[in-house]
């Protein structure tokens, strides 16, 4: 995402959904989250779990459809069981990034196939995986509507400057994620060393 990224999108209200905020509250200054859900009442009770933990007290808006959300988000994050679109990938605005959570399965969609190929960029935690799992990307793909060249490459082959990431503004990146769980220990033991090494001591 954009460094100056401050209004953050989420469509879903469940754990992922929550924890894409947490996660995201970190290491941007948001001034609006915009919340969609079918459900007003879940909504409404997201919003205030959010207010529990938000940190730099940012607007807590509660959309009254995805479009809404999409539209206002310079970060969209969805987070659903969805096995239909959940938004229109035309909503999404210049710049924007996108973080594809939800979908876990071949048979699963949250984004549609213009959200895929408006996508500049396209990362995942394991390009084999995708290809086994990721519904946001094998249901179009099966249509004829996208290609096997729309994945960009690996988060791994990002960090490791194999491939490029965002080059301007303007650009729409895609973050589709199918679940790793060697890259959450990998990431978790890096996370681990490196604090231990900030605090000087042994990482304990």
């Not at 859900?37 to 207010?51: C, K, L, P, Q």
């Not at 995986?129 to 690996?154: F, H, K």
């Amino acid at each position: 995402a954009r460094k100056d990224s401050c209004r953050l999108g989420i469509i879903g209200t469940g754990v992922q959904a929550y924890a894409q905020v947490l996660a995201i509250q970190e290491v941007r200054q948001l001034e609006e989250l915009r919340i969609f859900d079918m459900s007003r009442e879940r909504m409404e009770d997201f919003a205030g779990r959010i207010r529990a933990v938000q940190k730099k007290g940012y607007e807590i808006i509660l959309c009254e459809s995805a479009g809404a959300c999409v539209r206002g988000s310079d970060i969209v994050c969805t987070a659903t069981p969805s096995k239909t679109p959940v938004f229109d990938g035309k909503d999404l605005q210049p710049g924007a990034h996108l973080n594809a959570v939800g979908s876990f399965a071949p048979d699963m969609q949250e984004i549609d196939a213009e959200a895929v190929r408006r996508s500049a960029v396209l990362v995942t935690e394991h390009v084999d995986g995708l290809w086994e799992a990721a519904g946001d990307i094998l249901i179009p793909l099966r249509e004829g509507l996208i290609s096997r060249d729309v994945v960009t490459g690996s988060v791994g082959d990002l960090l490791a400057g194999k491939i490029q990431g965002r080059t301007d503004d303007q650009q729409i990146t895609l973050y589709e994620s199918v679940g790793s769980c060697v890259l959450d220990v990998a990431v978790s033991i890096a996370v681990y060393e490196q604090c231990g090494q900030s605090a000087g001591g042994d990482g304990r």
